[in-house]
């Protein structure tokens, strides 16, 4: 069996377990013994499926997903001047979605404040977008966007991003402090690893809704400013340039 074929294998025992439990209950335990030898294999392959040391996991993850993080920065900077969007360097993106996105006669009554700037973005994408954005994020620039040692530690243990693994950006404003002012924005970066199945714990899930329950998110940092953000994307994307 070829290294590349290690994950697939995990995920197929991985899916008969979640899905086909009391079907295969009847192997004994030789089952959850295969499924922990599959995930022992899974967890040293996977985590290097996209580079070996942190300098090659942020190399690759740049030539994999440079286009989506600068979809991300300008969606984030949009509200650094969204009242003059000439003064930024990317679409305006208000008359973008007047003459491409949302049309106003099929719309009303229908959205309330249809006028207003979309505030949230949601980015479906690939295990390896999802991958390597993750190592980005956490890695790139020394691991500047983490907020300390303790949540570096608990990034590093994320060995591999399951189903319905997440990366939310929320960003916050607060209206009291000036336009001006750096604090006017906030902004926290969270990953859930998803759907994570642990071998002990097989039995224990409920297998007649056939689901695992989703893993809790882990902070990157929830104490970032909008400037903080930019300067990381700016930093990030200029070693591609």
């Not at 991300?72 to 996105?101: C, Y």
Request: glycine residues 4%; contains cysteine.
């Amino acid at each position: 069996m070829g290294v590349s074929k290690i994950p697939d294998v995990y995920d197929s025992i991985k899916y008969d377990l979640v899905h086909n439990y009391e079907t295969l209950k009847m192997f004994g335990r030789i089952v959850l013994e295969l499924f922990q030898s599959a995930k022992t294999l899974a967890d040293f392959v996977v985590p290097f499926e996209y580079g070996i040391d942190e300098k090659d996991k942020v190399d690759i993850g740049l030539n994999i997903i440079t286009p989506l993080l600068k979809k991300i920065k300008n969606d984030l900077l949009w509200w650094e001047s969204p009242a003059t969007p000439a003064e930024n360097v990317f679409r305006d993106e208000m008359s973008f979605w007047q003459h491409k996105g949302l049309d106003p006669s099929k719309i009303d009554g229908e959205i309330k404040s249809a006028w207003r700037h979309v505030r949230t973005r949601l980015y479906f994408s690939s295990a390896s977008h999802l991958t390597t954005l993750f190592n980005v994020l956490h890695l790139g620039l020394e691991s500047t966007l983490v907020q300390n040692k303790e949540l570096k530690d608990k990034l590093e243990k994320i060995g591999s991003l399951d189903y319905l693994s997440q990366i939310v950006i929320r960003l916050f404003e607060n209206l009291n402090h000036k336009s001006d002012d750096p604090d006017r924005f906030r902004l926290e970066i969270l990953v859930n690893p998803g759907c994570t199945v642990q071998p002990n714990k097989i039995e224990e899930y409920d297998n007649s809704d056939h689901s695992v329950p989703l893993s809790q998110y882990i902070d990157i940092n929830k104490e970032l400013t909008l400037q903080g953000i930019k300067e990381f994307f700016w930093n990030i994307i200029s070693t591609q340039q």
